[in-house]
């Protein structure tokens, strides 16, 4: 069996890539450290780390096993967590993953105000990630619920999911840009302008995914620069640096230096879903699935 203590050792030297470092960050001694890195190495029958003089850097096998030891400390944490609160007679808590649309939507802050004031003594933590890191943390019952962009497959036997949003892109230019006189820009005046990406730069599918919505819409874009979110692409529009197809929802109140035109014939828009386990493991999961949908199932989920 798998010792905790050991994969927090781990994950430790795999994070500074330097034995010594992670003694520190530990509080113990490089000399024990290492043993007890080479015993999990032994009783996996895996080499986790390449060694050298300069450096100690992580094989391949040792990156995934990375990623699942992160998952399983991540699960016991929370586990630990929700022992001791039930041991304290509180009613528990709730782990909830979300990407940024949730919380600027305000989907994920309003059905927190509503779960407070029903159940006060709830402890609820939050964790920004990706749509892929929170799908697999459903799955490995680290979050008992996820607010995701992409919901799962649809015959997934283990997670499901509700559209909740559909936010349209709006095209926002430069106050002074040649084409912010225009109410609705066509393709044609799109095409080869200087466009500012919002994605994820570790998702090369959702740059694919974008380029392929323009071309079909008739205009191809030059990417000049790309933004990890909304708020960091509508700053760099405002600096004249490019224009940018930015959610209806994120441009409330933060169109200084900016003109946003509306695009009828670009129907592509930002989807927001919220995903969960098929099986509820405590009823405070379902009721605060239940508030964030309403008070019935509107028969949305996925089959």
Partial sequence: MLDLRQLRYFVAVAETEHVGRAAEQLHISQSPLSRQIAQLEKHLGLILFERSQQRIRLTSDGRVFLT???????????????????????EGGLCVGYVPDAMHTG????????????????????????????????????????????PPDEGDPDLTATRLVDDPLMLVLPEHHALADRAEPSPDELDGQPWIA??????????????????????????????????????????????????????????????????PWFVTSVQLWAAWHRIDLRPVVAEFRQTVLGEEDDGQALA
Avoid: K
């Fill in 68 to 90: 699942e030891a992160r998952a399983l400390l991540r699960h016991a944490d929370r586990l630990e967590n929700l022992g001791r609160r039930l041991g304290r007679g509180e």
């Fill in 107 to 150: 989907v994920l802050p309003s059905a927190l105000r509503a779960l407070r004031a029903e159940r006060p003594a709830i402890h609820v933590a939050l964790y920004g990630q990706s749509s892929v890191e929170q799908l697999e943390g459903l799955r490995q019952r680290s979050l008992d619920m996820a607010f995701v962009h992409e």
């Fill in 198 to 263: 919002v994605g994820d730069s570790q998702d090369p599918v959702w740059r694919d995914a974008f380029i392929a919505s323009c071309v079909a819409s008739g205009f191809t874009p030059d990417i000049r620069l790309q933004a990890a979110e909304p708020l960091t692409a509508l700053g760099l529009v405002a600096s004249g640096l490019g224009v940018a197809l930015i959610q209806r929802s994120m441009l409330r109140g933060r169109t200084d230096g900016v003109v946003v035109c509306e695009l």
